[in-house]
Antibody
Framework: QLQLQESGPGLVKPSETLSLTCTVS??????????WGWIRQPPGKGLEWIGT???????YYNPSLKSRVTISIDTSKNQFSLKLSSVTAADTAVFYC???????????WGQGTLVTVSS | DIQMTQSPSTLSASVGDRVTITCRAS??????LAWYQQKPGKAPKLLIY???NLQSGVPSRFSGSGSGTEFTLTISSLQPEDFATYYC?????????FGQGTNLEIK
């Protein structure tokens, strides 16, 4: 069964770069049928798509975050990663990694990790 | 950009009720719409994809319909485990947009 697990610091200082990794188990990240994405959810608020990556390295970003986001993939480790630069308190959120299948649906999700931006 | 607007924002209902949540797109999106259920402290769970297709393992009391700009998620007979927040999500050329969510609470 596919499992996704987010990892990374739970606390990041303002103006610094948030870095998270998603480790995929139970399936191969270089399966051409899937894309891999990051979605965030500020406390008490709704879901916001951050970006998506294909095993080839092709990336697609939310236009509102594009200038600060980098998503990369390491097929040898079955992992993909998120970097969000110049963070502020508004970037405090639970960050989820997820698998995107045909038709644009996210069918498997990690449990989420809370990242707080604070000095 | 395509905006997704859900209504109502909050819905109060009782076990056994039939409930409907609506998601409207700011422009036509064909059938590229998914619905998710999220419980507190948990990741979203995919319920419906391509507007009306039930995800494997999801109870048949959940159904989706619509195309173009208006979509609905219906729960035919509410069960205690269905009280949660529901989100619609649109996909368009590698971009994804979520609705703001509908909180389904116990009356």
């Amino acid at each position: 069964q596919l499992q996704l697990q987010e990892s990374g610091p739970g606390l990041v200082k303002p103006s610094e770069t948030l870095s998270l990794t998603c480790t995929v188990s139970g399936g191969s990240i270089d399966n051409s049928s899937y894309y891999w994405g990051w979605i965030r959810q500020p406390p008490g608020k709704g879901l916001e798509w951050i970006g998506t990556i294909y095993y080839s390295g092709s990336t697609y970003y939310n236009p509102s975050l594009k200038s600060r986001v980098t998503i990369s993939i390491d097929t040898s480790k079955n992992q993909f990663s998120l970097k969000l630069s110049s963070v502020t308190a508004a970037d405090t959120a639970v960050f989820y990694c997820a698998r995107r299948t045909g038709g644009g649906k996210f069918d498997s999700w990690g449990q989420g990790t809370l990242v707080t931006v604070s000095s | 950009d395509i905006q997704m607007t859900q209504s109502p924002s909050t819905l109060s209902a009782s076990v056994g009720d039939r409930v409907t949540i609506t998601c409207r797109a700011s422009q036509t999106i064909s059938s590229w719409l998914a619905w998710y259920q999220q419980k507190p402290g948990k990741a979203p769970k995919l319920l419906i994809y391509k507007a009306s297709n039930l995800q494997s393992g999801v109870p048949s009391r959940f159904s989706g319909s619509g195309s173009g700009t208006e979509f609905t998620l219906t729960i035919s007979s509410l069960q205690p485990e269905d009280f949660a927040t529901y989100y619609c999500q649109h996909y368009n050329t590698y971009l994804y947009t979520f609705g703001q969510g509908t909180n389904l609470e116990i009356k």
